[in-house]
């Protein structure tokens, strides 16, 4: 099963206390009434791939009442090698951070994110296409963290740059340095474009994996926008030049960098249509799932990253029948599977090696072996 994670423990996340779980290579089903803790499991399993929450961008929401710092430690074995090790993250109150890999000090979310890629799907999965861009962004942009060694460089670098570039335009003081600003954005825009494009191709091979989910709806294309007027070459830095200069007028007036890779989107259709006017809100939220299973799958570009879908609240996402659907689905992938509901699963959902979890008052229990 190559890398996968063996075991988490978790304190005072929420209604967690303290809980110490060992998981199954497969599928990890925790089930529980509302507001027993199954989602604040799934929240600190967040926290240690990606340094944040999923329903919250505030970590003294997650911290309990009466503590300090939220701390969340795993341990990743490696089948083939038959070897492991530990990764941990604390996050205190007043902000400070420390992130430990195999006992040693990092400093840096995205080296502890490299170590554990988790796709998350979860009841607002429908904003995925009905949402803002910023969300499809984050799809692509995560695919090509885990796709391409040099992303998180350029994607900070184009951060720094944006910042500075839009403080030229709102403060008169820092307009002499706008110039300097502009040319440092239209230089880094052909990477991050040609990194989005690499991470959209591999989102639509992926896409056939998981077909059975979206076939029914009809036929699915998704297009790369770029963050410019269709005419405009990102990679050609004259005509960005050009552009840039026509447009800088209107960008003083709104304070902002109006075009860019930063305003980027997918454009997703259903047989020719925008899926927001064509697709029932059922059929959006299952092409959200399947655009979200198809990023796990495009993540896998090798064993070391074979990666973790957790899912909370199934029955929330998917009524009986689609639930079958995305149980075929799931049995071909080579995922480690960590899944909450109110209800038992489908036995589809439970292969002979699962783990079953009753989560009750943030106590967690593995109820087979």
Known sequence: MSVWLQHIAIQHCRLIQQAAVNLSPTVNFLTGANGSGKSSFLEALCVLSRGRSFRTHRITDLINQQAE???VTGRLLDDVLETSYRLGIAKQRNGQTRIRINHVDV?????LSSHLPLTLIHPDSLDLIAGSPVQRRSLLDWLAFYREAEFQLEWKNYQRILKQRNACLRDLKQRYALTDWTKQLIQAQPKLYQFRLRATEALIAALNSVSLLYQSIGQIQIKLHTGFPAQVDPTNLQVLQGFYQARQEQELRYGMSLYGAHRGDLLITINGEPAMRRASRGQLKLLGIALLLAQSEAISTNEAKRGIIAID???AELDVDN???????LQKTQKQLIITGTRQPLPEFLPTDAHLFHV???QIHLLNT
Do not use: F, R
Not at 107 to 111: K, M, P, R, T, V
Not at 323 to 329: D, I, K, P, T, W
């Open 323 to 329: 639930q079958y659907l995305l149980a075929q689905v």
């Open 69 to 71: 710092t939220i701390t």
């Open 360 to 362: 009750e008052q943030g």
């Open 107 to 111: 400093s840096q979310q995205a080296e």
């Open 313 to 315: 609240d199934l029955a």
